[in-house]
């Protein structure tokens, strides 16, 4: 209020200065009453006048973009300027914060893993992320403001949008034809709705996965249990002579031992999947491991293959022992179990030029063919499930050498050809390959001779 006071003080001096102006100079003609009103009356507008103009000043700067500053006035004007650019000022500020918060926002929804589509009341698409783009193959700026039903025809889709029922999720092909999308409808606000979507592939891959797998354990544990009931009935319900008896109790055995080799592969492949990842810095010594591998092959040939085994550098090896043995047991194992007797079998352990161990088991058995070698790691997969069975395997081999592989920073690569054998490398990274001591000449360090089958 402290233009107030100012102003009517001013306008009254204006006023008086006025009259008195007037009077004099209407004395001159005669006519002091009419120069006293005419002189109050000038008085008058220009103070109107300057009124005017400063409140044109004002409004002009209303009218404009409000960048500069509000004209600076003395008094009512000067005030009323002020007042008004200060609340321009904070109106501004207030839709930044907001609008930086809204970006924020968008951009955290943007960064979802998830699909987000918002709809109006009409089913118009309001925003969208490049999830939900995706996944409804939808053009997030093009389709702003199409109705949604009209760009995602899945029936599927269009009834569950329209059903107003959202308490479970649908199910949906991805509307590109590349998996399958969990998607839950929510409603907020006047007649909006939030449509989540969420690409399931992987999930429902893990959980088919996960069914095979038991389904494959149930299969593979009630052969051996199916036969072994047939033979306790067998002895139970016929007279049977010491020598069929022995032979019923050898097969018997031959059946528990195939469940403890399935049983104890599933744990090994479990304790794979549970454990930590190997220490980089506990150093295993290949020459040993490779003279055990070589004694069981050996045992498990009894002389029916010539097998060999090479270190071409004395290595060590950063993992954890029993599983470097397990994958290099099962890759010689497999190569004596399906390689027909007279074959040759070559292990070799090598360094790479870029530092990288190499232990490659090659045999000159029946080979595989092409289509199967990227399924070998699968586990229970069998190209000959006869075979397999035949000589004990379990068909998780494979699956628990790559395993090993993966765990020590490895791969394991597959090459083969039916009727030109197999070779399996197993190739473990530089980090975790030292050279032990000094450099072996090939073949010089066979663990042991090759035996003539
Ligand atoms: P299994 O216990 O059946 O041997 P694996 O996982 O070790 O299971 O091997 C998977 C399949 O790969 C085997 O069933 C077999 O058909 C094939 N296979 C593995 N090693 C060889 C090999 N050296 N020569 C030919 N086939 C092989």
């Given at each position: 209020m402290n233009w107030l006071l100012p102003r009517i003080a001013l306008a009254t001096l204006a006023v008086a200065l006025g009259a008195l102006v007037g009077v004099w100079v209407g004395r001159w003609s005669q006519a002091p009453f009419l120069g006293e009103v005419l002189g109050a009356g000038s008085a008058v507008l220009v103070l109107v006048l300057v009124d005017s103009l400063r409140g044109h000043r004002l409004i002009q700067w209303l009218r404009g973009n409000q960048q500069g500053a509000a004209p600076r006035d003395t008094g009512f004007w000067g005030e009323l300027g002020y007042r008004i650019e200060r609340a321009v000022r904070e109106r501004e500020r207030v839709i930044d914060r907001e609008r930086l918060q809204l970006s924020q926002f968008l951009s955290a929804i943007e960064a979802s893993p998830n699909g987000v589509l918002m709809l109006d009341?009409?089913?118009?698409?309001q925003w969208c992320n490049k999830v939900a783009a995706d996944h409804f193959a939808l053009?997030?700026?093009?389709?702003?403001?199409?109705r949604i039903t009209n760009l995602v025809r899945s029936p599927a889709f269009v009834s569950y949008l329209q059903?107003?029922?959202?308490a479970e999720p649908l199910m949906l092909g991805n509307t590109r034809g590349a998996g399958n999308l969990s998607v839950v409808v929510r409603s907020y606000g006047e007649g909006m709705r939030l449509v989540l979507s969420q690409d399931v592939t992987e999930r429902e891959r893990a959980e088919s996965m996960r069914r095979d797998f038991v389904a494959n354990v149930s299969h593979e544990i009630r052969t051996p249990l199916t036969v072994l009931t047939g033979f306790i009935e067998t002895m139970s319900s016929l007279p049977l002579t010491e020598a069929e008896r022995k032979r019923v109790l050898f097969l018997m055995g031959q059946q528990t031992q195939r469940m403890l080799t399935l049983v104890s592969d599933l744990l090994t492949l479990a304790q794979l999947e549970g454990?930590?990842?190997?220490?980089?810095?506990?150093w295993v010594s290949l020459d040993g491991l490779l003279n055990r591998v070589a004694s069981d092959a050996q045992a498990l040939s009894s002389g029916r293959h010539q097998i060999s085994v090479q270190t071409e550098t004395h290595a060590d090896v950063a993992g954890v022992e029993p599983e470097l043995l397990s994958a290099a047991a099962n890759l010689v194992t497999n190569a004596v179990r399906y390689t027909p007797d007279g074959g040759a079998i070559d292990v070799v352990w090598r360094l790479q030029t870029d530092g990288s161990g190499e232990l490659s088991v090659c045999d000159t058995g029946p080979g595989i063919a092409r289509e199967h070698l990227p399924r070998l790691?699968?586990?229970?997969?069998?190209?000959?499930g006869s075979r397999s069975r035949e000589t004990g395997?379990?068909?998780l081999g494979l699956s628990i050498v790559k395993h090993v592989a993966q765990r020590h920073g490895g791969e394991l690569h597959i090459q083969s050809e039916p009727g030109k054998g197999s070779k399996f490398r197993l190739v473990l990274p530089a980090v975790r390959v030292r050279v032990a001591g000094g450099e072996a000449e090939v073949g010089v360090e066979a663990a042991m001779p090759r035996a003539q089958a």
């Open positions: 009341r009409h089913d118009h698409i053009d997030p700026q093009r389709d702003l403001q199409q059903s107003g029922q959202y454990s930590p990842r190997p220490a980089p810095d506990r790691t699968e586990r229970f997969y069998r190209v000959d395997g379990t068909g």
